[in-house]
């Protein structure tokens, strides 16, 4: 599972609508996401991230738009050091690629940093209290400039051009075996039939070997008998 937390409605429309997420009590979701609009700002992006990691603390990402005096808009970066401007405190998110940048948190916009926005601080000092460091995910997009004012209506198509790091990150959190999971759970198994089975069907994946095909059941002796079958076969 991934968390994806923004800010502002604009920044979350596409992301809601690209992997067809449905609303539950303010948090959206599917099988693999939970997403929920903070609103503006350090202290609600802090309070709404706890919130949501409270009960689903899984892997998560703050994904939204940065004013910035360097880059290009459109330009999205991972972000390996927050500063926050009203205390000077700095941190360290530890899941970063290229490319990576620093950002700036400010209270109320202001004047204009390398990247800056009004969320990150907040965001990563909540989800520091559920997740290790390396689970918690920055990723910015140059949304405006001193020269280029910001226009929420661009923000879609901005999230829109960088939705493929949602995809990545979902697609590095998916199990290998999933397959197997779900054979495993369409017979009627005891825990320790589980057990034997999962260990033969992952032995057979790791061999690059296909998985074989279930049988029609008619009773508990005939999946025991199945299962011995498997077992000698790996002998």
């Given at each position: 599972?991934?968390?994806?937390?923004?800010?502002?409605?604009?920044?979350?429309?596409?992301?809601?609508?690209?992997?067809?997420?449905?609303?539950?009590?303010?948090?959206?979701?599917n099988?693999?996401?939970?997403?929920?609009?903070?609103?503006q700002?350090?202290?609600?992006?802090?309070?709404?991230?706890?919130?949501?990691l409270?009960?689903y603390?899984y892997?998560?990402?703050?994904f939204?738009?940065?004013?910035?005096?360097?880059?290009?808009?459109?330009?999205?970066?991972?972000?390996?050091?927050?500063?926050?401007?009203?205390t000077?405190?700095?941190?360290?998110?530890?899941?970063?690629?290229?490319?990576?940048?620093?950002?700036v948190?400010?209270?109320?916009?202001?004047?204009?940093?390398?990247?800056?926005?009004m969320e990150?601080?907040?965001?990563?000092?909540?989800?520091?209290?559920?997740?290790?460091?390396?689970?918690?995910?920055?990723?910015?997009?140059?949304?405006?400039?001193?020269?280029?004012?910001?226009?929420?209506?661009?923000?879609?198509t901005?999230?829109?051009?960088h939705i493929?790091?949602?995809?990545?990150?979902?697609?590095?959190?998916?199990?290998?075996?999933?397959d197997?999971?779900?054979?495993?759970?369409?017979i009627?198994l005891?825990?320790?039939?589980?057990?034997i089975?999962?260990?033969i069907?992952?032995?057979?994946?790791?061999?690059?070997?296909?998985?074989p095909?279930v049988?029609?059941f008619?009773?508990?002796?005939?999946?025991?008998?199945?299962?011995?079958?498997?077992?000698?076969?790996?002998?």
């Amino acid at each position: 599972m991934l968390n994806i937390i923004t800010a502002l409605k604009p920044e979350a429309i596409e992301i809601i609508k690209h992997f067809k997420l449905k609303s539950n009590n303010n948090i959206y979701q599917n099988d693999k996401i939970n997403l929920i609009i903070t609103g503006q700002g350090k202290i609600k992006s802090a309070i709404n991230t706890a919130l949501l990691l409270q009960k689903y603390p899984y892997k998560s990402i703050n994904f939204g738009v940065a004013g910035s005096n360097k880059y290009e808009v459109n330009e999205g970066f991972f972000i390996h050091k927050i500063i926050d401007f009203e205390t000077s405190h700095s941190y360290y998110p530890d899941f970063f690629k290229e490319k990576s940048s620093e950002i700036v948190c400010i209270s109320k916009p202001s004047k204009y940093f390398k990247l800056v926005d009004m969320e990150s601080s907040g965001f990563f000092e909540a989800a520091y209290k559920f997740l290790s460091v390396e689970k918690i995910i920055l990723y910015k997009i140059v949304s405006d400039t001193p020269s280029y004012k910001f226009n929420p209506k661009e923000v879609p198509t901005l999230i829109k051009n960088h939705i493929h790091i949602i995809e990545e990150l979902i697609q590095e959190d998916k199990n290998p075996f999933e397959d197997i999971e779900e054979l495993i759970h369409s017979i009627p198994l005891t825990q320790t039939q589980k057990i034997i089975l999962k260990n033969i069907l992952i032995y057979k994946k790791l061999k690059k070997q296909s998985l074989p095909k279930v049988p029609t059941f008619k009773n508990k002796k005939e999946v025991k008998e199945w299962i011995n079958s498997l077992t000698n076969s790996l002998y």
